[in-house]
């Protein structure tokens, strides 16, 4: 059974910052990607950033130079994504996505609000 937690969601005024985290457990093999997407009301849920397991990364169009993801290299299983001038477009929940050889795993999701 593997597990996503997410953390770090809340409510920042355009311009700030915020920072997400994303820790997997369970019974793990082998993490081929890790990553982010985000789902606004009535919108389809996109990618925010990803990185791979050899430290990759791919981000979404509107999320480059603002954002960005990384790995914990003390826990290979925790993501963080940097989030920088937010935008209030910026707001949705926010789900962390593993992906390993044979399975894909979707978190809970955290909200994420930005006003303007």
């Known amino acids: 059974q593997v597990q996503l937690v997410e953390s770090g969601g809340g409510l920042v005024q355009a311009g700030g910052s915020l920072r997400l985290s994303c820790a997997a457990s369970?019974?793990?093999?082998?993490?081929?990607?890790m990553g982010w997407y985000r789902q606004a009301p009535g919108k389809q849920r996109e990618l925010v950033a990803v990185i791979s397991s050899g430290g990759s990364t791919t981000y979404g169009d509107s999320m480059k130079g603002r954002f960005t993801i990384s790995r914990d290299n003390a826990k290979n299983r925790v993501v963080n994504l940097q989030m920088n001038s937010l935008k209030p477009e910026d707001t949705g929940v926010y789900y962390c996505n593993a992906v390993f050889q044979t399975s894909s795993h979707w978190g809970q999701g955290t909200q994420v609000t930005v006003s303007s």
């Open positions: 369970g019974t793990i093999f082998s993490i081929i990607t």
